[in-house]
């Protein structure tokens, strides 16, 4: 049937993903779900700590993810998958975890998407997220028309929202948006990390659609 | 003054926060100086009311650009600072580009197709026109385009009377001492189409000498570039000198145009491999060619590494403790080297000035500040 | 990755700086911030930072830039000098876990990074 995961992961949105963006959690559960790719989610994992971290709350962080890593590995999960940059390379670098971006689970399923999309669509690429092809595949297999940005990958710009600068700094943040939406030829703009598509889509102008890659799945 | 200065250039473009004032009391010399002001300017007729008002009022006016000097050339001493960031329009019309002293170099280059602009320092992505034209900037390309003198048409610059006039190349090299500058028309050249290399690895300094000597005068040649035995190793280079030519034409045996990026980019990252390792002070030394030899073999024996324009007769030693500096002056000053044809005199070569040189810019310095406005305690 | 001693004050960050390209402010880049911290200042320009060291991509010594702003977010913390929506961040974080406490997604008026 599906030989590609045999073992469940631990689908982790985020707190930020669950709380804000809760339409695009219930997206993903319903594309794993659809895919029978088994994976758990737990209710009492708090947030990891990232924007904490940042932000200089040292102890509070070590608090947080001294709770998590004893609710991890109490369930004995070995596999972290994430829909927010910002989670994976804290899972990463100070949890010690294995921990995959959504789309590198999803890639491995690109034969089950339909090819139901004939357009051109840009990508951004959130420098707190460095998953570059697996995006880009999913959207080949979808039918779109991968448009570059001038500047992508590893040469990506920031967006705004990033180390805090969303409330602290906010009329700057949206600037550094604009930034982005200045280099978008096309009409869309796909985002995959929650934080980045939140700050981009609401400050976007009215030629330029923002969607996260869950509403292009579905 | 605040007061007057907001309603000139706007609230938001002038500051007396500590934080500023810190990070403008110094730049790339890492000399400390200080100011309780820093104004950031967007239009010529702010900068003409600036050093209106700094005369009326004895202040010392500190232009600055990206603040990228190795001698202190932006550092204030209870200056005023006028940073020309924001300044940074061009217009390009045929041949020619008028361009506002906030433009950095790369960014212009990227936005002209047929043609460009040939005088390219190291710090190309960041250095702006302004800061080219205080120091009368030279590039890799020296031996075919010359000097920043050489592609400057005219100069709007207000002078510490006040005075705003248009002059011609005779203001450049004057780091900022005799007036400020507000526009700059540019001469461009045309994009050399065909491009090819030579790499030369040499066993021996005598070898590169003779090298040198051989190519010296090939009429296709844009630039000889050097890297020392010593560079070449902490760079993780094979251990030889080399000598890299570039031609504006097909004589050379490196034709693929990715190898050719790909050399460039070696060549223009040689700094930052030196400077990860520790050598992070960069002089620039001036000699005629029959003394590189000498200057080579000194610098191998002292183990420091440098790398340079040597087809232009320019070296940049790297040091990793300022107080070898000084022996090394003592050197160059006995094969009767220079120090500051490329980084500008500032504050820290001034002993460096030629006399000739002194002596012009006193006299321009007497006639266009003669209240002494204009960044005070540089070069004279 | 380097800390903030080996700041050699080149400029070359300057380049990369999105926050000078917006601002046209020397301050704001990581040379400006590397200037502060050698000299031991707290204020809140540090929270005027993508904390990311994609502006250092071109740095010749290699500054962490981003771990020394946020070392210096630390400092700011144990002074109480932090941002006032920092402090209901982290507040919400003490009493419920995460950030945004009990709120549902429609009563968010304030997001955090």
């Known amino acids: ?191 995959i990390d929650p934080l980045a598509y939140y700050h981009l889509r609401n400050n976007a102008p009215s030629r330029l659609e923002v969607i996260e890659l869950s509403e292009v799945l579905l | 003054m605040n007061l007057w200065f907001e309603k000139l250039v706007g609230k938001e473009n002038i500051s007396s926060d500590v934080v500023d004032c810190e990070v403008y009391s110094t730049d790339g010399s890492q000399i400390r100086g200080t100011t309780h002001n820093v104004l950031w300017v967007n239009t010529a007729q702010e900068v003409h009311q600036i050093v209106l008002y700094a005369k009326r009022n004895k202040m010392d006016l500190v232009p600055r650009g990206a603040g990228t000097s190795l001698v202190g050339g932006t550092v204030p001493f209870n200056s005023l600072v006028i940073d020309f960031t ?19 170099l790369d960014h212009l280059n990227s936005c002209l197709r047929d043609k460009f602009f040939p005088i390219i320092p190291e710090n190309s992505a960041v250095c702006t026109i302004g800061g080219m034209c205080g120091i009368n900037a030279t590039g890799i390309y020296e031996r075919k385009y010359g000097r920043m003198s050489d592609w400057v048409e005219d100069v709007e610059m207000i002078d510490g009377t006040g005075k705003l006039r248009t002059y011609g190349n005779e203001v450049l090299g004057t780091e900022g001492i005799i007036g400020v500058i507000t526009k700059v028309t540019l001469k461009l050249a045309e994009i050399v189409i065909e491009r090819s290399m030579d790499i030369f690895k040499c066993e021996t300094i005598e070898e590169v000498v003779d090298k040198l000597a051989h190519v010296q005068f090939h009429k296709h040649i844009l630039a000889i570039e050097f890297i020392s035995l010593r560079a070449a190793t902490l760079c993780g280079l094979e251990t030889k000198y080399y000598l890299v030519l570039e031609y504006d034409g097909l004589e050379g045996d490196i034709k693929d145009y990715d190898e050719i990026q790909r050399i460039r980019a070696i060549r223009k990252n040689v ?25 080579l073999s000194w610098l191998e024996h002292k183990g420091i590494p440098s790398f340079g324009s040597v087809g232009s007769g320019y070296l940049f030693p790297c040091f990793d403790e300022r107080k070898d500096i000084r022996e090394f002056y003592g050197y160059i000053k006995e094969i009767r080297g220079a120090i500051g044809k490329v980084f500008g005199y500032g504050i820290l070569k001034k002993e460096f000035v030629p006399d000739e040189l002194k002596e012009k810019l006193t006299l321009m310095k007497r006639e266009h500040d003669p209240h002494e406005i204009l960044n005070m305690g540089k070069v004279i | 990755m380097a800390s903030v001693d080996k700041c050699i004050l080149c400029g070359l960050c300057r380049q990369d700086s999105q926050l000078l390209t917006l601002t046209g402010k020397e301050t704001l880049t990581a040379r400006g911030k590397a200037i502060l911290i050698k000299k031991d200042v707290l204020d809140k320009i540090f929270y005027i930072d993508p904390l990311h060291n994609s502006t250092v991509r071109n740095c010749p010594t290699n500054v962490d830039i981003a771990e020394e702003v946020r070392k210096r977010r630390e400092k700011m913390v144990e002074e109480g000098m932090e941002t006032v929506a920092n402090r209901r961040m982290i507040e919400n974080i003490r009493q419920f876990g995460t950030p945004y406490g009990k709120l549902r997604k429609e009563e968010i008026t304030e997001v955090y990074s």
């Open chain 2, 271 to 295: 700094f930052r491999r030196l400077a990860e390792k520790g050598f992070v002070y960069r002089e620039d030394a001036s000699f005629s060619l029959d003394r590189l030899g000498e200057l």
């Open chain 2, 86 to 104: 924001k300044m940074d329009r061009f217009t390009i019309k045929d041949d020619r580009v008028i361009a506002e002293p906030g433009v950095v």
């Open chain 1, 1 to 191: 049937m599906f030989p590609f995961f045999k073992k469940k992961f631990l689908y982790f949105p985020g707190c930020f993903t669950t709380t804000v963006l809760p339409e695009i959690v219930a997206n993903y559960e319903k594309i794993l779900d659809s895919l029978q790719i088994p994976y758990i989610m737990l209710d009492d994992l708090g947030c990891c700590g990232a924007i904490a971290f940042t932000n200089g709350y040292k102890q509070d962080f070590e608090e947080l993810r001294g709770k998590n890593i004893e609710i991890i590995k109490d369930k004995r999960i070995k596999q972290l998958v994430t829909n927010s940059g910002n989670c994976m390379q804290t899972f990463a670098l100070y949890y010690g975890f294995s921990v995959q971006h959504i789309t590198q689970v999803l890639v491995a399923y690109t034969n089950k998407f339909p090819v139901k999309f004939e357009e051109e669509i840009s990508i951004y690429d959130s420098p707190s997220l460095p998953v570059y092809e697996e995006p880009r595949e999913i959207l080949d297999a979808l039918g779109f028309d991968v448009i570059e940005l001038e500047k992508n990958k590893d040469q990506s710009l920031l967006c705004g929202c990033e180390g805090g600068m969303i409330q602290n700094t906010p009329e700057l943040a949206k600037k550094m948006a604009r930034s982005v939406f200045d280099m978008c030829t096309t009409k869309k703009l796909v985002v």
